[in-house]
């Protein structure tokens, strides 16, 4: 890089769309990007070490070689309750259910090991643990609630949604500051609604769409497809305790 660098080291960017846009000759080294988009991008020339990646990964081709594949066989291969997560029946769909229930409350007990404070801590500035419980109400109440059982109104004011929803249908206070007992009282209850659903649906089901949506919130009012919108809260769940145990080993570890 010649003399004529701009240098805007430490700056950060939120909220900005960069569509299209063209990075030449540009030092990213130590940077953080969250929540970013990143589909379609090409990237030529470059190095990369000591690269950490978290996200959904699809088409990812490095090298000629699509990594995707690769990286779901390692996962499942890692832990197999995995594959699991990828259900194509109802029987499926109970076994998954069955496995993050018993997982997530091994979870829940490594976090009451800790200290009550640590629980509202953020590692990495990702959600603590708290957070992360607040979240999954949420998405079962988007999901399996909305739109599955077609409740225009199902959210508490412990929803936490994602990070880029800004207008809230719900008296939400983002600084609320809930004891695990608390988020965990709400949490069954959603929880116990997931099995009951899980419990009744039906392979016909499952290929069938859910009613129109209706109230405000996310998703967007439209109609969805039932093995979609129940394959989301599976996700949501597989992933975000991942997340949770990862964040619960560096604050142990304190």
Known sequence: MG????????????????????????????????????????????????????????NVVINGVDV??????????????????????????????????????????????????????????????????????????????????????????????FTSLRSFPWSHEKDVRPTLDEVLELRADRQATVRRVLAEVTDAELAEHTEPVEGEGWPPADRYPVAEALSIVVNEEWHHRRYAERDLAVLGSR
């Open 68 to 161: 995707a594949p690769l990286i779901e066989a390692e996962l499942e291969r890692r832990d197999p309750d995995y594959a699991k997560m990828k259900p194509k029946d109802a029987d499926g769909f109970r076994e998954a259910w069955e496995v993050l229930e018993r997982r997530w409350g091994e979870t829940v007990d490594h976090a009451r090991s800790l200290d009550p404070a640590l629980l509202h801590e953020r590692v990495d500035d990702e959600w603590s643990f708290i957070e992360t419980l607040r979240h999954l109400c949420y998405a079962t109440d988007a999901w399996v609630n909305r739109v599955y059982l077609g409740d225009p109104d199902p959210w508490s004011p412990l929803d936490l949604p």
């Open 3 to 58: 003399d004529d660098l701009q240098d805007l080291t430490g700056t950060t960017y939120e909220r900005t769309r960069l569509r299209d846009a063209r990075f030449t000759w540009v030092d990213l080294s130590g940077s953080w990007i969250r929540e970013a988009d990143l589909t379609g991008v090409r990237m030529r020339g470059v190095e990369m070490a000591d690269v950490e990646i978290d996200g959904e990964l699809q």
